[in-house]
């Protein structure tokens, strides 16, 4: 249960949290960069017949307009309706033709678009991707259309779902300013007032190859790549670099609190703490300290409230890593009998002692051998090994990130884990939100 | 016993995995959910180990067990870095062969799975998953809850999951597969030195792999609704029985499916989505299973598009049982499922777990190899006679998610008829 409400949590954020892969594919990453400024990242992997291309565009709903939270969800569906010589729904059409399988997904960060498919079909894919990069058609029918498909979507994700109600309202709380407060599913109401001019303006100000990495990794060879692309991406013309404008939240000095009364069966509590962002080096032991609370069925939080104190049925944590300033985020989900307090207490208790002691060696290595495990797991599929190429490079600036992890998790040291405690995970640092159902609601919430 | 191998040396891992050819479905009705709670109930005690100290010997190697029970059989699992690959093996056959079934964690465990049906019920789409079946298939063993329910849950005991186990956990009963970093000789001795001792029933041990029998046919629309308070959006689960993987109408019937609603510019995506943007995803799906399942479509739309969009998939699935698939259709899918098929075998996973799944549900041992080609001489008319043969738009069950009093009248105004309406609360099941 636990691993379906992360999962979960993390999917409908949209956010992609990838370990690193190992140092032998950093071996082989080979990057070069086209005269227009499209960044090219390649990793030959001949494990299976299938090769991916995935292209990231260094435009999340961050850099949306503050009165039209949304638009860059809903224009990632845009980007699958129609150009110049692709007629809409064609380009999913052409990918499944060949037996091939292509999605794309929005973060708060960034917006990528990926296509997996045999080796014979790289060229075809390639010129596909070019050719939306810079040819999108905007029609008025199609955004109307997209439109309610995306509201749909947000009833799924968001109205529907109480867990991801509840990570709405802890966004909303942690983030005062910073536009992280909103997910990348956006508001209805603005997604309504959306319209081809603001849409043309978005493609124009991002969707340009300067502000764009193709990553290409699978069945393939470089020299190959390297033709294919100065054919078919070379010709695009670069565009002015985006104008972002960067929004500081003001740090948190003490604790939010809030309860949200839903329709709900089983209560949740979900707390985040303002961490570093995403290239900040604090970010291994963060990982680590999460991995010796939440990972596994020994970790401390599953431990000490599903096991020793048996009120709660799952409790965990991840690092919601942004390239700005993000979240360490905690939960447990709780029987409705339990006492909401005092599952709070635990979850508080377990915080404060990682603050306080410093964590044993054995936590330690297991966390690491959990860590170098899952490393190896996200190497199997090469999309997988794109994915996270291409998170690392927008989200922590730096697309090797991943390569070098086996090393730094190794080198986190105990007193490391106590120093991010101490540093981030402060009772004034942090926002928490109850959900309870809606006869349980306490007089007087918040 | 039965040993598959899938060798891959790309990487340092290992997958090893049990899977027995006992499911939810062969449990007593009036056990509901045996067979899962049974399978978990196996890792939280074993070999004179505690629960805790089981999750953190798995957890010290880097890995965890995983366990899975579906109507067929019952799956036990780990990956690991080939370093640990022994020492996790000795922990697994612990766990399989000689588990102590504690009383407490009995307890603890009917009171967890209780609370994944609490959590379940605040998930639109799995609650709608867990009252299809049972409207669909009625007493047929796929109309069991894998998981149980409140009533069959509270019988649940630590005695029970102990006979299921004796039953269950005999020699002939065992398909040990393993994929990655280790040889058939490797995987060959590693299963002979802890599983070796396996006990035998004898004869008698086949019984239990049972043939699913055929589903008895139910006639006319029937509504299923599963009222649930302040639904903005309603979950939609239209389905048919549908004949076994191993039926030589599937792979047509299946070809037919795909293009009804398997890919993203499938009749329904294009007609519910793309032009009217009714819902934000619908599919359509044939269920591989050892014996007949279902058709099943899936659609979400608002609540105040429910009507529209219902009656939107039942004409489209009337069109397309009445005319078939355009030729070119059919060109599109059979190339479509012949090339898409290797993304299905990418990693020694996938291949193992392809590997278990045919030999499980009696399927030829070549199927994988040869499925491009058979896909590929599939003809039109084996697709049309398959159409014919299986598909019935009169006679579907539909399971709605939603809040009743508010989608009845919109039902009623769209003047949609039901040969039988049924409302339910969602948290009756």
Request: hydrophobic letters at 40%; charged letters at 25%; a negative charge.
């Amino acid at each position: 249960m636990r691993t379906t409400m992360m999962r979960a949590m993390k999917t409908a954020c949209l956010l992609v949290l990838l370990v690193p892969a190992g140092a032998d594919a950093a071996s082989h990453l080979h990057s070069w960069q086209l005269e227009n400024g499209l960044r090219i990242l390649f990793i030959a992997d001949h494990k299976a017949p299938v090769v991916t291309v995935q292209v990231f565009f260094h435009a999340g709903s961050k850099d949306e307009p503050a009165n039209k939270r949304g638009m860059a969800h809903m224009f990632e569906h845009m980007m699958f309706k129609g150009s110049v010589h692709v007629r809409p729904e064609e380009h999913a059409h052409f990918i499944s033709a060949v037996g091939g399988q292509d999605n794309a997904f929005t973060t708060d960060d960034l917006t990528a678009y990926h296509n997996t498919v045999p080796p014979s079909a790289l060229e075809f894919t390639l010129q596909l991707e070019a050719e939306r990069m810079r040819n999108l058609l905007l029609t008025q029918k199609t955004i109307d259309s997209e439109r309610e498909v995306v509201k749909e979507e947000l009833r799924l994700r968001l109205e529907n779902n109480p867990i991801m109600q509840g990570l709405d309202k802890v966004l909303h709380l942690a983030y005062t300013v910073h536009p992280y407060r909103q997910s990348a599913i956006g508001e209805k109401a603005m997604l309504e007032t959306v319209t081809i001019s603001d849409c043309q303006k978005f493609y124009d100000a991002y969707y340009r190859p300067n502000n764009a990495t193709l990553i290409v990794v699978g069945d393939t060879d470089e020299m190959t790549l390297r033709r294919l692309t100065e054919k078919y991406f070379a010709p695009l013309a670069r565009g002015q670099d985006p104008s972002r404008t960067h929004i500081v939240e003001p740090p948190q000095d003490e604790k939010r609190s809030a309860n949200l009364s839903l329709s709900v069966q089983l209560p949740v509590m979900i707390g985040a703490y303002h961490i570093a962002n995403g290239a900040n080096d604090d970010r291994y032991a963060l990982e680590v300290l999460q991995q010796i609370l939440s990972g596994g069925e020994s970790s401390r939080l599953y431990s000490r409230l599903v096991r020793k104190d048996k009120t709660a049925v799952a409790a965990g944590g991840f690092v919601f890593d942004h390239e700005d300033p993000g979240l360490f985020l905690i939960y447990a989900a709780y029987l409705p009998s339990s006492d909401a307090v005092r599952v709070e207490a635990a979850l508080q208790e377990e915080i404060a002692r990682t603050r306080h002691y410093l964590v044993d060696a054995h936590e330690l290595t297991k966390a690491r051998n959990q860590l170098a495990a899952q490393a190896v797991f996200r190497r199997e599929r090469v999309a997988d090994v794109a994915t996270q190429l291409g998170t690392d490079g927008l989200v922590a600036h730096n697309f090797e990130r991943g390569f070098s992890g086996d090393r730094k998790y190794d080198a986190v040291t105990a007193e490391d884990i106590t120093r991010v405690a101490q540093k981030y995970l402060l009772d004034s640092n942090e926002s928490f939100v109850t959900l309870v159902p809606q006869s349980k609601n306490q007089p007087g919430a918040k | 016993m039965k040993l598959f191998v899938e060798e891959s040396r790309e990487l340092p891992l290992v997958r090893a995995q049990v899977t027995l050819p006992i499911g939810g479905g062969d449990d007593a009705s009036e056990l509901d959910g045996l067979a899962h709670f049974s399978s978990d109930l196996l890792a939280r005690g074993a070999a004179g180990k505690s629960r805790t100290e089981l999750d953190a010997a798995f957890d010290a190697l880097g890995t965890s067990l995983g366990v899975g029970t579906n109507h067929d059989s019952s799956s036990f699992g780990f990956s690991v870095l080939h370093e640990h690959l022994d020492a996790a093996m000795a922990l697994f056959a612990d766990v399989l062969l000689r588990p102590d079934f504690p009383a407490k964690e009995s307890e603890k465990l009917r009171r967890e799975l209780a609370a994944s049906l609490d959590e379940l019920r605040d998930d639109d789409g799995a609650l709608a998953q867990r009252f299809f079946p049972r409207a669909l298939y009625g007493d047929h063993p796929y109309g069991r809850s894998v998981i149980g329910n409140s009533q069959t849950l509270e019988r649940m005991n630590s005695e029970l999951a102990r006979r299921w186990h004796e039953r269950v956990m005999v020699k002939t009963n065992l398909v040990f597969g393993f994929a990655g970093a280790i040889s058939a000789a490797e995987a060959s001795a590693l299963v002979d030195g802890y599983f070796g001792h396996v006990p035998s029933h004898g004869a008698g041990e086949k019984a239990l792999l049972s043939a699913r029998p055929a589903l008895a046919p139910k006639t006319g629309l029937r509504l299923l609704l599963i009222d649930k308070p302040e639904r903005t959006q309603s979950q939609i689960l239209i389905g048919q029985p549908a004949p076994a993987w191993s039926h030589p109408d599937f792979l047509p019937l299946s070809i037919a499916t795909c293009a009804f609603g398997g890919t993203f510019t499938a009749r329904l995506m294009n007609e519910v989505r793309s032009k009217r943007g009714l819902s934000y995803g619908t599919s359509a799906r044939l269920s591989h299973a050892r014996g007949p399942k279902a058709l099943t479509c899936h659609v979400f739309p608002s609540l105040e598009q429910t009507a529209e969009t219902l009656e939107l998939v039942l004409r489209l699935y009337q069109e397309w049982a009445d005319q078939g698939l355009r030729p070119d259709e059919a060109d599109f899918v059979r190339g479509y499922l012949s090339s898409s098929f290797a993304f299905q075998l990418a990693t020694p996973e996938d291949r193992l777990d392809l590997q278990l799944s045919i030999a499980l549900c009696g399927l030829p041992a070549d199927y994988g190899t040869r499925y491009a080609e058979k896909v590929r001489a599939v003809s039109d008319q084996q697709i049309a006679h398959a159409m014919q043969q299986h598909l019935r738009p009169r006679d579907l069950q539909i399971c709605i998610v939603s809040t009743a009093d508010a989608l009845r009248p919109r039902l009623e105004q769209a003047g949609l008829k039901f040969d039988s309406i049924e409302t339910v609360a969602f948290d009756s099941y």
